[in-house]
């Protein structure tokens, strides 16, 4: 429900429990600290979820062993940990070894294993690889619908995952229907100002973005962002991609003034929670808006080669080719 202070009071009673009953350091007591973790991890206070998941992880290993089923969700959550921080390697080889484990112990066909599925299709969203992530993305919703039902709200993070993934490929019909689906089940599920909610909007903005009507994508932009502000406060990593968002559709008006004020917001939010490689992308972004006043011209392009440098730096060279393509073309 997004009520994080709440959540964290009952996380710390229940491990008060944990200690005074003498299992704060067994498997048992890891599920208290698996809640403590996840809370932490939507709050944005990283350090404090990472010390958890870490505590978790040695306390399993040490008891059951590493290839034990209650070794997988930790994975997993580990594996968020490692994405939300962007080290992406990391990441897929938590992901990789949690499907492994739910797949080996549950079945191919366990809602788990769709779990570790959408993750790993995500991560192959984001490093470009689209075959890849359809491969996975089709398989996760296989298996959320025959499980949880078409109308759930597990279904709805699959339907999004895939949307998201026809629309990096083009293909914004097969995107549409599905992104729509999702909003609706998770509206459904968890109520029209919920961020799950605003997660399915923003998707839904960027496709009417890239399809060029920015009537609708600013709508679905606005809505998305009323939600994120209202529910995660207005400094949260999630206000960030609604606000790049509202930037391009002014840029894409011609209202670079507006845009520049966005792109710089949205700078600000990805460095203050730590995204390296979002804050590079949003650098670009601002070099755009600034190129449009041939009086800001040369700062333009500081800013998009301090972006191209930034992709490299973080291992993600392949990546700066559309910030070199602008570049070569200015």
Known sequence: MARHEEGLRWAKLAQALTVSLGEADTVRGTWVLN???????????????????????????????????????????????????????????????????????????????????????????????????????????????????????????????????????????????????????????????????GYALLSLGELHLQRGDLDKAARFYSRALGIFQTSRGPDHLDVAPAVVGLGEVALGRNRPNEAVRQFERALELYAANERPRDAAWARFALARARWTRKASQAEARALARAAAEELTALGAAADRAEIDAWLAGK
């Open 35 to 197: 809640i403590l973790g996840l809370i932490y991890l939507d709050k944005g206070q990283l350090d404090e979820a990472e010390e958890v998941m870490e505590q978790i992880l040695a306390i399993v290993s040490e008891e059951l062993g590493a290839d034990e089923l209650e070794m997988a969700g930790p994975l997993n959550n580990r594996g968020n940990l490692h994405y939300r921080r962007d080290r992406l390697e990391d990441a897929r080889a938590c992901y990789q070894r949690a499907l492994e484990l739910f797949e080996r112990i549950l079945g191919p066909e366990h809602p788990d294993v769709a779990l570790a599925l959408g993750n790993l299709a995500r991560l192959a969203l984001d490093r470009g690889d689209l075959d890849g992530a359809e491969r996975l993305g089709l398989r996760a919703l296989a298996i959320r619908e025959e499980s949880n039902g078409p109308e759930s709200l597990e279904a709805s993070h699959a339907q999004q995952d895939l949307g998201n993934i026809y629309r990096a490929r083009g293909e914004s019909a097969k995107a549409l229907e599905l992104l729509e689906r999702a909003a609706v089940g998770a509206a459904k599920a968890l109520g029209a100002e919920h961020p799950e909610v």
